[in-house]
T-cell receptor, first 109, second 115 residues
């Protein structure tokens, strides 16, 4: 079967750095997405990786290793507004999205 | 600002009732999707549509149907609501792109409680 694993919950301190991991086992691979979802709101697009390596966008970076079936989202200089759930999703060989259950990130002052 | 609008944020229905969840997008997107989101589970695809009057089953279509009479509107229908359909329902849209990089724009969700 197809499987996406990410931690259920993480806690970090304002101003610090946090890394949210995502491992996947899917039938084929055509890219990996990260979305952010604040409580009670719509998920919003953060990043898309299809090639190995690190992509940086301001305070947020996303890394992919296709050979290891692994990605992470790195958040720097954490702010209280970063408290949200972070959803990892993989595009499989049929161009269908397989979603992880999401990681709830709690930021403490 | 591009938008996907779900008409009802919160609904409470009784078992056996027919339920309509409406979704409208203003981005002229070809693709539209209905997902349900439950605690501890990833988003699960119920139905999707690549064009007007066209629909495809997703992973969990049982107990649901959909309608897409106009490009901008995609409706999810629960013919006879049951308690196990209590969930958050998310509508999304995207441009037609046969590639992996098909970014979804989501609505804010409709939280349905079936008593």
């Amino acid at each position: 079967g197809q499987n996406i694993d990410q931690p259920t919950e993480m806690t970090a301190t304002e101003g610090a750095i946090v890394q949210i991991n995502c491992t996947y086992q899917t039938s084929g691979f055509n890219g990996l997405f990260w979305y952010q979802q604040h409580a009670g709101e719509a998920p919003t697009f953060l990043s898309y990786n299809v090639l190995d390596g690190l992509e940086e966008k301001g305070r947020f970076s996303s890394f992919l290793s296709r050979s290891k079936g692994y990605s992470y989202l790195l958040l720097k200089e954490l702010q209280m507004k970063d408290s949200a759930s972070y959803l990892c999703a993989v595009v499989d060989s049929n161009y269908q999205l397989i979603w992880g259950a999401g990681t709830k990130l709690i930021i403490k002052p | 600002d591009v938008k996907v609008t779900q008409s009802s944020r919160y609904l409470v229905k009784r078992t056996g009732e027919k339920v309509f969840l409406e979704c409208v997008q203003d981005m002229d997107h070809e693709n539209m999707f209905w997902y349900r989101q439950d605690p501890g589970l990833g988003l699960r695809l119920i139905y999707f549509s690549y064009d007007v009057k066209m629909k495809e089953k997703g992973d969990i279509p049982e107990g649901y149907s959909v309608s897409r009479e106009k490009k901008e509107r995609f409706s999810l229908i629960l013919e006879s609501a049951s308690t196990n359909q209590t969930s958050m329902y998310l509508c999304a849209s995207s441009v037609l792109a046969v590639s992996g990089a098909n970014v979804l724009t989501f609505g804010a969700g409709s939280r349905l409680t079936v008593l």
